[in-house]
């Protein structure tokens, strides 16, 4: 496997196996980057260029555009909008209240409950962007040659004897 092929090229195909060892891979690395604190945002920000080779080269492998990756990211925006918008904007009220009228147990219910809003925004992106993942790394990839290329090299299985 050529890992800079893989990590910082989105031309091309790569078949499910490589698809999910790139994937374990940027995984680790995001995961562990709060490790380094203040350069963690940075670490995810170079990341974001290897994410989006990997999976441009697995859409590409089943003839799909490598754009349909910012799929999951318009959603993950619209969700962070819209959160903020219903439930961003019931909070800021609700606080409002209680900083101008005084403690009220009703006004701590709306703030609350408006955080609730804003959750279930995150939960539905963070939903999309599983069933994405799991919809390119598990689709068969196409037989034959596509517009991106030559099918990727499979895993040869050698007779036993």
């Known amino acids: 496997m050529d890992w800079q092929a893989l990590f910082l090229s989105g031309d091309g195909r790569i078949g499910r196996k490589d698809f999910w060892i790139g ?12 490790i380094f604190h203040l350069l963690a945002p940075l670490i995810w920000v170079l990341l974001l260029y290897p994410w989006v080779c990997v999976f441009a080269k697995r859409l590409h492998d089943f003839g799909k555009s490598g754009w349909l990756i ?3 990211f318009a959603v993950g925006a619209a969700a962070v909008c819209l959160g903020m918008l ?3 904007l019931a909070a800021i009220g609700a606080l409002w ?13 709306v703030a609350f409950g408006s955080l609730g809003i804003m959750a279930g925004f995150l939960a539905l992106a963070g939903v999309v962007k599983i069933v994405f993942v799991l919809w390119v790394g598990l689709s068969p990839g196409g037989p034959g040659e596509n517009r991106f290329g030559p099918p990727p090299a499979r895993d040869l299985v050698l007779p036993a004897g």
Do not use: K, Q, R
């Open 23 to 34: 994937v374990l891979i940027l995984f680790i690395a995001w995961t562990i980057a709060p």
């Open 70 to 72: 910012a799929i999951p």
């Open 86 to 88: 219903f439930g961003g």
């Open 97 to 109: 209240g209680i900083a101008s009228e005084g403690l009220e147990p009703n006004a701590w219910a």
